[in-house]
């Protein structure tokens, strides 16, 4: 569908074609609501952002098509700066399985329109003119009058802007290489490697399900002294948990802006709301949005739906972030406290620590715990 062909009116318009935008969509569909869904990019495969780590909860809550799935992943390896000795972890569970994305926003988007989502490809939403929304495409502008706006679009919303709801302050930015690798003896593994001088204010990690390497670093964008690319270029060289892989030379580069600033509080007003990094639903933390992005988007198709069906004034008052925001206290927290590891030698002294049964079942709970996003009441 181009924008000449977008319907004029619908009752539900979404921006962005991730996996928050097409959940929210398709479940509005299948509640028998008419839904445009607008992405700008012209197909699902191109310029994606995640690494597409999926935790336990989220596999056993939601029905991911499980060849879009790679291998589950029961270790995670601490490394301090200076890859000196790791701490190993290892869980009795399937803990993780990296999703293959491509393919998964092609499986989304097939249910979806499966379930009557109307999907323009090349469209961006270009704003709000007086009492319609405004899409453009290769073929120029079409308004779009909808009762209802839901803002996809990332952690930088322009939706938020023209609805007036708050913005994402607090983003780390990251960057990551993809790509094929042969199944080896060792089992799958996450590990992550705890140096401000190479990922300031988070980590660099390496994924190696026996199928694919994820190689990346994330940060604080103005901390990284050669900039997020050379960071990257530099952890790639000795990064850990590739024994005798050899780094292709055609590799995928993904690559974003994360909110880690917690649950915006105005996620809704009277005219639309926002959903997955538009309304910062990532963990402050782990910096993880999968999980939050699909349970945020099932309390918003939710209230979404009351709306349309009751049209009562003010039926999205009850999409509040500020009242689940009050249960991200103690991750906030945290992240403040990574935010002030600013030296390899404050990194490294937190691993004696990890070393000792107190600290392992610490990072048990954070790695391996059954908490999910808070389910809204």
Request: proline share 8%; glycine share 12%.
């Amino acid at each position: 569908m181009t924008a000449r062909d977008v319907p004029a009116t619908v009752d539900v318009l979404v921006v962005g074609a991730g996996l928050a935008g097409l959940h929210t969509a398709t479940l509005l569909a299948r509640r028998g609501h008419e839904v445009l869904l607008v992405e700008r990019r012209p197909g699902f495969t191109g310029a994606i952002r995640t690494t597409g780590i999926f935790v336990r909860k989220t596999l056993d809550d939601f029905p991911l098509p499980p060849d879009c799935l790679g291998p589950p992943i029961r270790r995670v390896v601490l490394h301090p700066p200076g890859r000196g000795r790791p701490v190993t972890l290892d869980s009795a569970r399937d803990e993780f399985r990296v999703g293959d994305m491509a393919p998964l926003y092609l499986a989304a988007a097939r249910t979806a329109a499966d379930a009557g989502v109307r999907i323009a490809l090349g469209t961006r939403y270009a704003g709000r003119r007086d009492d319609a929304f405004v899409v453009t495409g290769a073929d120029g502008p079409a308004r779009v009058r909808a009762r209802f706006v839901v803002g996809a679009d990332g952690a930088r919303s322009r939706v938020a802007r023209d609805l007036g709801l708050d913005r994402n302050r607090a983003l780390l930015v990251g960057a990551e290489e993809v790509f094929a690798v042969p199944g080896g003896v060792e089992p799958p593994a996450f590990h992550c490697v705890l140096d401000p001088s190479l990922a300031p204010g988070y980590l660099a990690w390496v994924v190696n399900d026996g199928r694919h390497a994820h190689v990346g670093v994330a940060g604080y964008a103005h901390r990284f002294p050669e900039g997020l690319r050379g960071a990257l270029e530099r952890f790639a060289v000795s990064a850990p948990g590739l024994p005798g892989v050899d780094r292709p030379l055609d590799v995928e580069r993904r690559g974003g802006p994360i909110p880690v600033g917690g649950l915006l509080r105005r996620i809704g007003g009277p005219d639309g709301l926002l959903v997955g990094d538009a309304a910062g639903a990532v963990s402050p933390l782990t910096a993880g949005g999968l999980d939050p992005c699909l349970r945020l988007s099932e309390h918003a198709a939710d209230v979404l739906d009351d709306a349309l069906r009751t049209g009562r004034p003010g039926a999205l008052a009850r999409y509040d972030g500020g009242a689940l925001r009050a249960r991200f206290r103690g991750r906030l927290a945290l992240r403040h406290g990574l935010a002030q590891v600013r030296t390899p030698a404050m990194a490294a002294a937190a691993f004696p620590l990890l070393r000792t049964p107190f600290g392992q079942a610490a990072a048990r709970r954070v790695l391996f715990g059954d908490r999910s996003f808070p389910t809204p009441r």
